[in-house]
T-cell receptor, first 113, second 115 residues
Framework: QKEVEQNSGPLSVPEGAIASLNCTYSDRGSQSFFWYRQYSGKSPELIMSIYSNGDKEDGRFTAQLNKASQYVSLLIRDSQPSDSATYLCAVRAFSGGYNKLIFGAGTRLAVHP | GAGVSQSPSNKVTEKGKDVELRCDPISGHTALYWYRQSLGQGLEFLIYFQGNSAPDKSGLPSDRFSAERTGGSVSTLTIQRTQQEDSAVYLC?????????????FGSGTRLTVV
């Protein structure tokens, strides 16, 4: 079982719609979660972080966390063609005294006009 | 520097040759990470340095891979006797620390092609 799982997509949504991206993780002890956006040929950039159960909103983005279900999601409201990218879910994992981000394979989002 | 700097941006090498990839983290960032990303794949963790602590090498795929970080700043990832399966984008990231709420800032990566 992969530590961080995402649907690879593509997820296709019309402009102006809500895009919903989902991620599940296997380490029940994980405490912090991140969403990165990666445009084709570019490096990932951090767009959201969340640590507590519930919702966290930042502009058009809302991150949702449910630790009991080991589930984290990202909602993008009023989707724009410029949101078309791969979205990577990352979970901070602790092992052997070290901690690092473990990334999912990413979900490709396509917003069409 | 203002961001994480990686060099070279592209490297084409012949199978069997050694390569060195360089990463210069953001000034003041104590944690430095190397990941690699194969075409269409997610990020695979390679190695992580935190201050003067022993590095976490648990992600290095074979003993052909090694990395060092001199003076707590610049890091070099070395791949010896390169193989075609080593072809990927190698990404370096740094973080101000390792507290749970710290995310990473990535460099623009080195695209390695082994022919």
């Amino acid at each position: 079982q992969k530590e961080v799982e995402q649907n690879s997509g593509p997820l296709s949504v019309p402009e102006g719609a809500i895009a919903s991206l989902n991620c599940t993780y296997s380490d029940r002890g994980s405490q912090s979660f991140f969403w990165y956006r990666q445009y084709s040929g570019k490096s990932p950039e951090l767009i959201m972080s969340i640590y507590s159960n519930g919702d966290k909103e930042d502009g058009r983005f809302t991150a949702q966390l449910n630790k009991a279900s080991q589930y984290v999601s990202l909602l993008i409201r009023d989707s724009q063609p410029s949101d078309s990218a791969t979205y990577l879910c990352a979970v901070r994992a602790f092992s052997g005294g070290y901690n690092k981000l473990i990334f999912g394979a990413g979900t490709r989002l396509a917003v069409h006009p | 520097g203002a961001g994480v700097s990686q060099s070279p941006s592209n490297k084409v090498t012949e199978k069997g040759k050694d390569v060195e990839l360089r990463c210069d983290p953001i000034s003041g960032h104590t944690a430095l990470y190397w990941y690699r990303q194969s075409l269409g794949q997610g990020l695979e963790f390679l190695i992580y340095f935190q201050g003067n602590s022993a590095p976490d090498k648990s992600g290095l795929p074979s003993d052909r891979f090694s990395a060092e970080r001199t003076g707590g700043s610049v890091s070099t990832l070395t791949i010896q006797r390169t193989q075609q399966e080593d072809s990927a984008v190698y990404l370096c990231a740094s973080s101000i620390g390792t507290a749970p709420n710290y995310g990473y800032t990535f460099g623009s990566g080195t695209r390695l092609t082994v022919v």
